[in-house]
């Protein structure tokens, strides 16, 4: 398995959702890396538990900034976001159901490509509209 690290084509020159984007490739190498370490699974759960968490609070962010800056596809980035929730939602809640079962891989590669897709192609199409806010901080 390619461990999926960000790179400078992933950057929308905004620092707040570039910051994001690194915080959730972190919070993946570091599911990958304890699973392979075997440990516990109730740390594992709590790491998954962060990653869906972030996964939302970055959505919010990035949506408040595509209103805030008018950009005309936010309806539809924004069922993407939601999709996407809901299928990292249910893996963590597979997760909690049988996690001897439960594959860290397929999560990992879903997410990191859905990742690369997604902020390559639809990330970057908000990027003129954002970096018009002037500066945007990273919070
Ligand atoms: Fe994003
Ligand atoms: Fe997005």
């Known amino acids: 398995m390619t461990i999926f690290h960000w790179r400078e084509n992933l950057s929308l020159h905004v620092p707040a959702i570039d910051d994001d984007h690194k915080t959730l490739i972190?919070?993946?190498?570091?599911?990958?890396?304890?699973?392979?370490?075997?440990?516990?699974?109730?740390?594992?759960?709590?790491?998954?538990?962060?990653?869906?968490?972030?996964?939302q609070r970055h959505f919010r962010r990035e949506e408040m900034l595509m209103r805030l800056s008018g950009y005309p596809g936010y309806e539809a980035h924004k069922r993407m976001h939601k999709a996407l929730c809901e299928r990292?939602?249910?893996?963590?809640?597979?997760?909690?159901?049988?996690?001897?079962?439960?594959n860290?891989?397929?999560?990992?590669?879903?997410?990191?490509?859905?990742?690369?897709?997604?902020?390559?192609k639809e990330d970057m199409k908000i990027q003129p509209y954002v970096a018009s806010l002037g500066n945007v901080e990273a919070a």
């Open 88 to 102: 990292v939602e249910e893996y963590y809640g597979a997760y909690r159901a049988k996690p001897s079962r439960f």
């Open 26 to 55: 972190d919070l993946l190498n570091r599911l990958h890396f304890m699973t392979l370490a075997g440990d516990d699974r109730e740390a594992i759960g709590s790491v998954m538990w962060e990653l869906v968490r972030y996964t």
């Open 104 to 120: 860290i891989k397929k999560l990992y590669d879903f997410m990191a490509d859905w990742l690369v897709v997604h902020i390559t």
